[in-house]
């Protein structure tokens, strides 16, 4: 049921985004005078197009094949999203996109620091301490590693005290 | 420049002690990423991308070259010791790989897997370093419509990505071509399908989606598993010491290397084709091929040798279609080629004309890393029992990290961190839809390069479709594509109508 219904989301996604946002700003005369030319809409509107179609009859397979199946319905659709809110694969994907989001307000060293501990530990790591040492050593071997060593841009965050300090430890290092 | 002296340019780029060392870290970054179960090649390339920002251009393709080679074959370590593929390509050595540890041959195993590697690699560096001039050559002769030709050729080895789910990875090379589509058109830069964001005026960068598809989805997958992989599987625990061939083991294989060489080298060429179908492609060759196809799967040193030769000479292969025509032949060198257009490179025909370091360069790096990764793996295999116990728990969140650094570096951009936590959830949802990453992939990185033909040729051509078929590289280029996407939906059938009839027979 699951993947009907995400196979539904994206024929509806593909359907208003081919209705409204092929093209979002006015095509130049030239080109429009121009009959020879491709229109810029065209090409993205034929695979929008290939991709309605193919994900219907997607559709009605996963249908055909699925119908007079005990869970195939809403309530064994239901009973699986509780389940994966649950799971540690949603706790995952919180985590790395809590981590797309605060990586550049609080910074490298603190985004490097919570991710390694708190992945570790949904990983099932007990050993706290040693967790904690180990994700400190890391936060600092890769700051080291990329930051200093390879000169690669890491973010210092924007937050006042917690970017002081991303210089102040640059200095040290350096 | 004639192949001498460009051997010479080749050998002065590497040869510096600051890139030598680079490419000795690249092999041992390499190896040691591609003998970790669920680290595909793939992966190690783009988990070794933040280490290039500081390079040249030149050198960046030497480091990732070195790491690409070197995990192909840090794959069979791990298929051997434990039964699990490192790679994916790694796979098909699992067959005699793992009968020979059990019987006591581990290092006799390793020996094989890493001799044929090294064989299989150098003849496809020599393979890449004489057929890509000629290749470009050849190229500059072609305008829009068989550029677009070429490129539809990766596009057409979508059916066989995987044949028993052909509708769905159609859908997935579509959906990575209208991904392509968002930001401004190739032709004309008008704005498509960004749906009022600025940040996505530029479209979507490569390197964000890959990283997540590849990476953040394995890790999250992992995520979910009841166990990870600990030393005690398989072997683990015990010593290995990796045994080199006995020249006399060597005569019995020599037809095997061979021919898995040559056959590795062309299915690379191909588009889209990579690794992993070379080495299975090889293995079942000599199966057939072979006076005892009965010995095959119960531990025999052919296996190893046709799997793990045909895999490391599809490296080579694989860099041909990049250096001499801007196109990748998988999903490793799209990464390879998206950290060069990152540093402004122009990738094309024109490339290697202009600028042949490229080419010599990275056959030297090729050569280089291709020996240096048999002693760097016998190494590696000794310690790969404690390697294999450094708990998930550390090794997931390193490789968390390492693709928020990959992503955001790319141009120091937070969308681009976003973008890849994204491509990460998409790819689980992918994989619960049973869609098709690479396929995916595929239709991400020649989708530009695809309209952007598609478009001039339509226009040179005063809005004539017919220009695709009249030229005559175009033309059977064309047929092939036509050929190589209809040859995995009509196969079946044909087989299904034949079956029958046997049976009346019968």
Known sequence: MFELILNVLLLLFLAYTLAFNVVEAPIPLKVQKNPYALKPGIWPSVILVLLIILLIVNIVKIILKNKGKDTFCLKGFAGGAVEFFKSKVFLGILLVVLASFILEPLGFIVTCFIILFTYGLLLG???????????????????????????????????????????????LIS | MN???????????????????????????????????????????????????SMGPVQSIVFLVAI???????????????????????????????????????????????????????????????????????????GPSEMFAVTFLGLSILTGLDTTNILRTIISGLLGLLLACIGQDPMYGVQ?????????????????????IFAVTEVLTQTGEKSHLKGSDGIGGGKVNTEMPTFKEWLSIKWVVLRSSILGTVVGILPGAGATIASFMSYSVETKLSKHPEKFGTGIIDGIAASETANNAATGGAMVPLLSLGIPGGNAAAVMMSALVLKGVQMGPLLLINQPDYLSATFVSMIISNIVMVIVAILIAKVFAQILAVPYSFLGPIIIMLALIGSYSTSSNIMDVKIMAIAGIAGLLFRAMKFNSAALILGLVLGGICEGNFSRAFTISRGSLWTMFNRPIAGIVMLVCIGALLYPVVSPIIKKKFKPAGNVKK
């Open chain 1, 125 to 171: 790591d007990k050993k706290y301490l040693r967790l904690l040492l180990i994700s400190l050593i890391l936060t600092l071997v890769l700051y080291i590693c990329f930051g200093v060593l390879l000169q690669v841009n890491l973010p210092r965050g924007t937050v006042p005290f917690l970017r002081d300090f991303a210089l102040f430890l640059e200095q």
């Open chain 2, 3 to 53: 192949l001498f002296q460009m051997l010479v340019n080749g050998l002065s780029v590497v040869f510096q002690p600051t890139m030598l060392l680079m490419v000795f870290f690249a092999v041992i970054l390499g190896t040691l990423f591609g003998s970790l179960p669920g680290v595909s090649a793939t992966m190690a390339v783009a988990l070794g991308l933040p280490f290039t920002y």
């Open chain 2, 68 to 142: 690409y080679c070197s995990s192909i074959t840090g794959g069979s370590i791990s298929a051997i010791l434990f039964k699990i593929p490192g790679v994916p390509s790694s796979a098909a050595t699992t067959f005699d790989g793992y009968p020979m540890a059990q019987q006591g041959k581990a290092g006799k195993a390793l020996g094989v897997a890493l001799g044929c590697s090294a064989i299989g690699g150098l003849f496809s560096a020599l393979a890449m370093f004489l057929l890509s001039p000629q290749l470009t050559q050849a190229a500059l002769s072609f």
């Open chain 2, 192 to 212: 498509r399908m960004t749906f009022g964001s600025n940040q996505l005026l530029s479209g979507i960068e490569m390197i964000p989606v890959l990283i997540g």
